[in-house]
């Protein structure tokens, strides 16, 4: 892995519209003397990409989006010294995806019958064939299975011989059927124009209410059901994210021809979204199936390495499982979710040493991390079981909520999906101070910090945006995209001018650095972290009980390049 060599300088995370509506509006804040030197790299979210769903996380290709960014975008970010990572989905594609609108189009025949995953031969043989022409895989098959949503995870696919094939679909899937049109009718089926115009007249507002053809209502053109419930079959229409077949040769070459495309791009480190999923088995867990995960982590790796691309799996699991450290000691870098929960744990028990524990383990264990507070996902808090005691996380997910918050039920159950969503400093009840000295434990933590541009900005939960975008749509509370009038108000703000400085102190100071000396140091409330190297050395002291603290930086020398100090 090269995850060892890469700089440890903060990344910028955002959409490619979160700041002003084009990856250029983005491209000109970062060259503005007020972020100079602030940022190294810039995670960039894949609605950079040819995407349709789940704000670029359902992928059609990975061509640049015309709306959102061009190459010219990239090559300035690349003139500026900025590295990139951006996103490979291992997992699913879109279902617009040129791969699955040519299973659509030709079925059997088509060169991607086996691209996705076929639910029926996936379980031959442990299951019972349904009515509905799917198998229902046994108990003993499925009892440890982890499912996303409820329900099986499949997608009845029109082929055009009339059958449906059933297709593995891990998350987000919609079946549309659109009105029919008389002529349509006509042409189709040999109606006669009259009957045409009135089954489309009364047929065409019950689909629009949402209404399968199975529950349509054809009053007194029951004769025609049939006929007409085929056509809308044959011409139904589908949104989402199909699974792909790990297993499949064209999928292996599909990867591979990504990985050259971001390489192409300029990336450097490839963040693998939803890897965890991909490899499946009958009868197992179907979340990080071991050996199968990591052999399949192994193929990307050899094929990204000469592209001289580091991975960066994403991954939630709870500390308790130990999945973080399996990955460290594979030589992969590791997400660190634990860090967001624990700042909000600290203030709350004016303490530092569930802090001070984990840095002292990533350094202890050599992990190249990625830290951060915030993200376009939410706060993971589950994440922390093992680390912190069930009670004290419950406290944690409430103070968030009670803090205007919001949690997702998983299956209608309470309090077991492991994120929150909330802007970090909502999460930190909107308090300037505490944001301010978040930032500074979050640059001061070993790892490369990842800074989410809403919380660099003190944006606060967006409840309207939440009620906006529906059901499902509780994510936006945290993604709010800026304008150009609010960035310039964010920039004369105090709490964003010195988060720059830290930013600047942490991208510049020589003491911050892969080979350096980081110690730990707890007193009450107060807390301490100190980097040292041969070329400097950084310390941040604190005081988490009234949000104080002072960081300073001195040259090889001992003279002092740095010096902030807030509250006390």
């Known amino acids: 892995m090269t995850a060892n060599k890469w700089n440890l300088g903060p990344m910028l995370n955002a959409y490619p519209d979160s700041v002003g509506g084009r990856l250029g509006d983005i491209v000109a804040l970062l060259k503005r003397e007020e972020l100079r030197d602030a940022f ?6 894949p609605s950079v990409f040819n995407t349709d769903l789940d704000r670029g996380f359902s992928i059609i290709d990975y061509e640049l989006s015309e709306t959102l960014a061009s190459p010219e975008d990239i090559r300035d970010l690349r003139g500026l010294g900025i590295d990139l990572a951006m996103d490979l989905v291992l997992n699913h594609i879109s279902v617009l995806s040129p791969q699955f609108q040519d299973l659509l189009d030709k079925g059997e025949a088509s060169a991607y019958r086996d691209f996705f995953i076929d639910w029926n031969r996936f379980w031959a043989g442990c299951g019972t064939m349904t009515a509905e022409e799917y198998l229902q895989p046994d108990e003993e098959w499925i009892r440890g299975m982890f499912f996303r949503k409820a329900g099986l995870p499949l997608l009845m696919v029109r082929f055009p011989d009339g059958r449906d094939v059933p297709y593995w679909n891990t998350f987000y899937q919609e079946v549309r059927y659109a009105a029919p049109e ?5 042409r189709s089926l040999g109606m006669q124009y009259g009957t045409a115009c009135a089954l489309a007249a009364l047929l065409g507002p019950q689909l629009a209410e949402g209404l399968t053809p199975a529950q349509l209502d054809f009053g007194p053109w029951e004769a025609k059901r049939e006929a007409v419930t085929g056509y809308l079959e044959d011409h139904r229409r589908y949104l989402g994210q199909m699974d792909l077949n790990v297993k499949s040769p064209k999928v292996r070459e ?30 197992r867990h179907n979340f990080l199936n071991e050996p199968e995960t990591w052999e399949l982590l192994a193929e990307v790796e050899a094929m990204a390495a000469p592209l001289g691309l580091t991975l960066l799996p994403e991954i939630h699991a709870s500390y308790g499982e130990g999945t973080y450290a399996l990955l460290a000691e594979k030589g992969y870098p590791v997400y660190d979710f634990f860090l967001p929960g624990l700042v909000i744990d600290a203030f709350e028990r004016q303490s530092g040493v569930m802090l001070q524990k984990w840095g002292e383990e990533i350094v202890s264990r050599g992990i190249a991390a990625v830290n951060m507070l915030g993200c376009h996902d939410g706060i993971p808090l589950l994440d922390l079981k093992g680390l912190l005691p069930e009670e004290d996380i419950r406290r944690l997910i409430d103070t968030v909520v009670g803090r205007g918050g919001f949690v997702k039920d998983l299956h209608g159950a309470k309090n077991v999906y492991y994120q929150v969503n909330a802007t970090y400093f909502s999460a930190l009840g909107e308090d300037e101070r505490r944001l301010l000295l978040a930032r500074a434990i979050q640059l001061f933590m070993p790892g490369k910090p990842q800074i989410w541009y809403l919380d660099l900005f003190a944006g606060v939960n967006d409840h309207e945006a939440m009620r906006r975008a529906g059901p499902g749509g509780h994510k936006e509370i945290n993604r709010t995209n800026l304008s150009p009038a609010a960035v310039e108000a964010g920039l004369m703000r105090d709490v ?34 100190s980097w040292a190297t041969t070329a400097g050395r950084a310390k941040l002291e604190a005081d988490l009980a009234d949000a104080s603290f002072t960081a300073a930086a001195l040259d090889a020398a001992g003279r002092e390049t740095f010096r902030m100090v807030r509250g006390g």
Request: hydrophobic share 40%.
């Open 40 to 45: 190294r790299s810039f995670y960039i979210l």
């Open 182 to 186: 008389p002529l349509d009718l006509v």
């Open 496 to 529: 964003v001018k010195d988060q720059l400085a830290l930013l600047r102190l942490r991208n510049s100071c020589p003491g911050f650095a892969g080979d350096a000396a980081v110690t730990f140091h707890t007193e009450g409330s107060r807390l301490s972290i």
């Open 254 to 283: 599909y990867y591979r021809e990504t990985l050259q495309k971001l390489a192409d791009y300029g990336v450097s480190v490839v963040r693998l979204d939803a890897f965890a999923y991909a490899s499946k088995e009958p009868g």
